[in-house]
């Protein structure tokens, strides 16, 4: 099972971003999936998340309305457009697998609940 991430790297504030998790080794078609920030002052951090389907995206208060969420089951991929990035937007972006979704929940914040993790790629958003 491998979730690879990329798109990550320096961008101004206000700028744009979009990253990109290929997933192999598991049914991604059956998977929910998330993605999750982590940076050394505020731990990990859940950011969004979308169905099976990819018919129902869900967010963070802390990016509503600024990032999309979505996925190419096609092709394996989750994707997430960032915009209007802010420098609080910086830190380390993975992707993760879960099978129950959590739509934004408390449950969201479970992380021994995601089954399969990416290792991240890093987002610097410059002031």
Partial sequence: ???V???GGLVQSGGSLRLSC???GFTFSSYHM???RQTPGKGLEWVSGIDNEGSNPY???SVKGRFTI????AKNTLYLQMNSLKPDDTAVYSCAADRSGC???SWCYDWSAYRYWGQGTQVTVSS
Avoid: F, H, I
């Fill in 1 to 3: 099972v491998q979730l």
């Fill in 5 to 7: 991430e990329s798109g």
């Fill in 22 to 24: 290929a997933a192999s």
């Fill in 34 to 36: 998330s993605w999750v």
């Fill in 59 to 61: 967010y963070a208060d």
């Fill in 70 to 73: 979505s996925r190419d089951n």
């Fill in 103 to 105: 739509y934004a929940g």
